[in-house]
Nanobody, 121 residues
Framework: QVQLVESGGGLVQPGESLRLSCVVS????????SAWYRQAPGQQRELFAA???????NYADSAKGRFRISRDNAKNTIYLQMNSLKPEDTAIYYC???????????????WGQGTQVTVSP
């Protein structure tokens, strides 16, 4: 089985930074893609930042210029660097990994449990 464990959330003041981490563990061949979603109170979960094994990245408009997704394949860890945080960034952030468990086989999508980020004066 594949498991994702997130860390790095917390309470920060506006303008500060946080780095979220997501460790992917278990038996698998490769991480084909990764993403961060977030869910603010009373809202649906939304795709926030994503990357592919080819290195392409995509961001929601509210994330562009402030947030950066990256991945360390040697450590099987996905990161989200968040700078210039705003109160409206307050949400639960979820890590998603598209994993190919065996070479030549289809991929599967896995989720972390979520980590709370609160931005407040």
């Amino acid at each position: 089985q594949v498991q994702l464990v997130e860390s790095g959330g917390g309470l920060v003041q506006p303008g500060e930074s946080l780095r979220l981490s997501c460790v992917v563990s278990g038996n698998f061949y490769i991480i084909a893609g990764s993403a961060w979603y977030r869910q603010a109170p009373g809202q649906q979960r939304e795709l926030f930042a994503a990357d592919t094994s080819g290195g392409a990245t995509n961001y929601a408009d509210s994330a562009k210029g402030r947030f950066r997704i990256s991945r360390d394949n040697a450590k099987n860890t996905i990161y989200l660097q968040m700078n210039s945080l705003k109160p409206e960034d307050t949400a639960i952030y979820y890590c998603n990994a598209v994993v190919r468990r065996y070479a030549g086989r289809p991929t599967n999508s896995y989720w972390g449990q979520g980590t709370q980020v609160t931005v407040s004066p």
